[in-house]
């Protein structure tokens, strides 16, 4: 259906309020810019209303039709059905003949007939069925057709007569046309823009990548049609070199242009051409009339004023506006803002932006300013002067050019610039630059591919080649080489790397990147189950190593915090994590403060403060949007912090999106981490056949990549919930086995005995066992409680309230519910809390006939119920009908009847449901 196309993802709420006000009665009127998605509304509109049996009106004229009296009125009567026609009065067919032929009747009486023709016609029509009239693209109505459909909805054609409209922009003297070519009362809609998430989703249903997401919806300020413009031009490309602006979205800015007066266009082309443009600068450069020129601007959804800032919506018209404006002009305009800069240094940028004739006086005393940039921390300044600095050097400078776009390069990237970062490394690149020159290029290159590392061999290869049997030069790229091989889960040659790294860093003096490969070595042997990682985590720890805030989480500090995290260290992994933030929010390419916002977010959810966690995984999810950043890592955050304290459904989603962001990116490490997070979702959700399969999935990827501690992705316990519920018992304690085996070997901490003493008091549960189950149940409770775990605290006691209730004592399963129920509602841990309500609710209402069922029985037995054939269920379930015949056996024994009838006698006394499945941990 139209409802479901990638056109409409994200307008679902849209789409539902427009529904809602056509059926109150009346006309709505949707606005916006060209490409925000008002005709896929309308089309969506036309479906429903066609699929109610409505007659449906629709024009769309196009831009030439503006000036072709009539054309509008004359293709809306040739859609009116013969029989209407026939039931006209004599004048009116006349008048209709002449519209149909899109010419009027002369005048006079004929005159009078073509304005009362539209009401007639839309009366008769809906005698025999509601009509709905779709007016798109309003602006391109010509006015005489205008007049007439204004007219006929002034007439109040009646409560079976509605219409909708959609026009680009109010005029210029801000009028609405498209509000007085509907009914009254009128609603009128702005289209907003799409989120970023919502984006994301119309780009992956068009086959674009996730990591454009976030670039592109910059670039296009949320127009889906501008964004799928850009995204067709750059999906293939590196994010840091700009694609050829395609034609489509140079139409569209020149169209938002066209409708502005030249004096307008003027005072667009000073705040395009300024650093950092504000009204006050404007009236500095000499546009007295500023404000009300962006006052015009603004009402064409060209520019947004906040206070004195001023910024193009989207940032392409402002880029359209400078390539079409001719050289003289964009000089003048330099020129002009060099004369209104208050800052010396943005008064010297604006004086080399006049002209770009080599100049070797100018080209050193830009490299000068950059310096002073670099000196005072403004490293995007710094970049677009050693830039500038390159440009303007003639052919005697071409030593201190290359130095110069070196700079420009690195301190691009730390300026959180990938675009002039990108754009300098190529120059050096493609120069006949020195060995070292082209590998610090080539490693700002590799730099900026973010999590698609495993996309950067050839880059590597060249770099490794160039820099020889240099120290200093080859330690940068080896250190890469081990995130590499991480990311692509590879850890076999990461760890070799690592080691390797460690080694030609200490060559080289380099303590800062000896102390990087160490932390990554930790992390490998650590992963794969090697206690050795606490003597290589010793020794970097022990370094005089001092990563810039763009580098924090690669460092030694940062991995320990990671470590006490996963050992449920959690006071200890929390300070040391404020203090890392407050350094890392220094991090201009953002990844730091990503990382480290990403990791308290882990804390604080297994902290039991779920609020806190959802607000620092919210915050990592907008930090790498800003950034441009890979999205599976905060994804996977955001569906932990979800599955905590906020909704399954949204934890769900985001894990869905981090598992296909980290499929684009070759990311291994967050594939299987987003995995976990949907299979939990899955399990407590309900869908526990999903679930399974997506834990099994991680299981096999983790064998593949030789992970064994179960501490860093705790998916074994999972697991093993989810077998059970599906009747494969053997299956679940092989599982808990192999975790217990793991964890004896690494010496886990109390944690992980936990997770698994619940997950196998839940096996016993599905098994029949509930004496055992209650019993370590209630033991994972209590060492829960120790911990300061509340989380995990309340869900080992709402598995011993199910095994207490399946001990047919409801009194004792009802306090473990009730005090599970108040751990969650203290934490905040919102999904936790309402599925207790729901446990605790059915416990006090149920009846005896199911006490005793395991839950896998208690399904089958509903099913019969419902009256439901032994392969009909053993289909629904994903059982064999044989597993059907022998749990039904059992569930007569254990109700004492002997026939389907009498089993379902038995269960329509009860009230309520089933108890909810035992489910995965948070």
Request: with cysteine; aromatic share 4%; hydrophobic share 45%.
């Amino acid at each position: 259906m139209l409802r479901d196309s990638p056109a409409l993802l994200g307008r679902a709420a849209l789409l539902a309020d427009i529904d809602v006000r056509l059926a109150a009665g009346g006309g709505v009127t949707l606005y916006g810019p060209p490409g925000i998605g008002k005709s896929a509304l309308l089309d969506a509109v036309t479906e429903q209303a066609a699929a109610r049996g409505e007659l449906i009106l629709r024009l769309r004229p196009a831009r030439g039709e503006r000036t072709l009296a009539y054309a509008g009125i004359a293709d809306l009567v040739r859609q009116v059905p013969p029989d209407v026609v026939a039931s006209l009065a004599p004048a009116a067919r006349t008048a209709l003949a002449a519209l149909r032929q899109g010419r009027p009747p002369r005048t006079g009486g004929p005159a009078l007939a073509r304005r009362l023709l539209l009401p007639a016609l839309l009366t008769q029509s809906a005698r025999g069925s509601a009509v709905l009239l779709v007016l798109d693209d309003a602006q391109w109505l010509d006015p005489e057709s205008a007049a007439l459909i204004a007219f006929a909805m002034r007439r109040r054609p009646g409560p079976r007569i509605r219409a909708v409209a959609a026009e680009r922009r109010p005029d210029r003297a801000g009028h609405r046309r498209a509000a007085r070519l509907v009914p009254a009362p009128v609603t009128e809609i702005a289209v907003p823009p799409l989120t970023p998430d919502d984006l994301t989703a119309v780009l992956e249903a068009r086959g674009l990548p996730c990591r454009t997401a976030s670039r592109l919806h910059r670039a296009s300020a949320g127009n889906p049609f501008l964004a799928l413009a850009l995204g067709s031009t750059s999906a293939d490309g590196p994010a840091w070199r700009p694609a050829p602006l395609p034609e489509a979205a140079r139409d569209l800015a020149r169209e938002l242009l066209s409708g502005l007066g030249a004096e307008v266009r003027a005072t667009l082309l000073v705040a395009a051409l300024a650093t950092d443009p504000t009204v006050t600068l404007l009236l500095r450069a000499g546009r007295d009339d500023a404000d009300r020129e962006l006052r015009l601007a603004a009402a064409a959804g060209v520019v947004e004023v906040t206070g004195e800032a001023i910024r193009f919506t989207p940032p392409l018209i402002g880029q359209v506006l400078v390539e079409e404006t001719a050289a003289g002009d964009r000089a003048a305009t330099h020129a002009a803002l060099a004369g209104a800069a208050l800052d010396p240094l943005d008064a010297l940028r604006h004086r080399a932006l006049r002209s770009a004739r080599p100049d070797a006086t100018v080209a050193r005393r830009l490299a000068g300013a950059a310096n002073q940039c670099v000196a005072r921390g403004a490293d995007r300044t710094a970049a677009e002067f050693y830039l500038l600095a390159a440009d303007r050097a003639p052919h005697q400078l071409t030593a201190e050019r290359l130095d110069w776009l070196v700079a420009a390069a690195r301190t691009a990237l730390t300026g959180g610039s990938p675009a002039l970062a990108g754009r300098a490394a190529e120059a050096v690149i493609a120069a006949d630059a020195p060995a070292g020159h082209r590998v610090r290029a080539r490693v700002v290159l590799i730099d900026l591919a973010g999590q698609a590392l495993g996309e950067m061999g050839e880059m590597f290869a060249a770099a490794l080649a160039e820099a020889g049997d240099d120290p200093a030069l080859l330690a940068p790229v080896r250190l890469r080489l081990i995130w590499q091989a991480m990311i692509t889960g590879e850890p076999d040659r990461a760890a070799a790397e690592a080691l390797s790294t460690a080694a030609i860093a200490h060559r080289a003096g380099d303590t800062t990147s000896e102390a990087m490969a160490l932390s990554g070595l930790a992390q490998i042997q650590r992963m794969r189950g090697e206690p050795e990682w606490r003597d290589s985590l010793a020794r970097a720890l022990a370094l005089p190593a001092s990563p810039a805030p763009d580098w924090l989480h690669y460092g030694p500090h940062y991995m320990a915090a990671r470590f006490a995290l996963i050992d449920d260290r959690l006071d200890e992994a929390r300070a040391e994590l404020l203090r890392l933030l407050a350094v890392a929010e220094h991090d201009r390419i953002g990844e730091a403060r990503v990382e480290v916002l990403r990791s308290l977010s882990e804390v604080a959810t297994r902290a039991g403060r779920c609020r806190e966690a959802l607000r620092y995984a919210h915050r990592a999810v907008q930090a790498a949007q800003d950034a441009g950043l890979s999205p599976g890592p905060t994804w996977y955050t955001a569906a932990v912090a979800e599955l905590a304290g906020g909704s399954l459904a949204a934890a769900a989603g985001f894990a869905r999106r981090g598992i296909r962001a980290s499929e684009q990116e070759g990311d291994n490490l967050y594939l299987r981490r987003n995995l976990h997070a949907l299979g939990q979702a899955g399990l407590r959700s309900g869908e526990t056949r999903a679930g399974v399969a997506a834990l099994r999935r991680l299981r096999d990827l983790e064998a593949e990549a030789g992970n064994s501690d179960p501490m860093i992705v705790r998916w074994h316990a999972d697991l093993a919930v989810g077998l059970a519920a599906l009747g494969e018992h053997v299956e679940a304690a092989e599982t808990l086995a192999h975790a217990r085996k793991a964890a004896e070997r690494l010496g886990s901490s109390p944690a992980l005995a936990g997770y698994l003493d619940r997950a196998t008091a839940v096996v016993h549960s599905e098994s029949g066992q509930a004496d055992s189950a209650v019993e370590l149940s209630t033991a994972a409770a209590q060492l829960f409680e120790q911990l300061r775990q509340p989380v995990e605290q309340g869900h080992a006691l709402l598995v011993a309230g199910g095994a207490e209730r399946r001990r047919r004592r409801y009194a004792a399963a009802r306090l473990l519910i009730g005090a599970a129920l108040a751990i969650f509602m203290s934490a905040d841990a919102r999904p936790w809390a309402e599925e207790t309500e729901r446990a605790l609710a059915r416990t006090e209402g149920s009846l005896a006939p199911e006490q005793g069922l395991t839950s896998t029985e208690l399904r089958i037995a509903q099913l019969v119920r419902d009256g439901a054939s032994n392969r009909e269920i053993a289909s629904r379930l994903y059982l064999s009908v044989k597993t059907v015949e022998a749990t039904l056996t059992r569930v007569y024994r254990k109700l004492g009847v002997r026939s389907r009838t009498q089993l379902s006698s038995r269960l329509q006394a009860v009230d309520g449901g089933p108890f909810p499945e035992p489910t995965s941990p948070a």
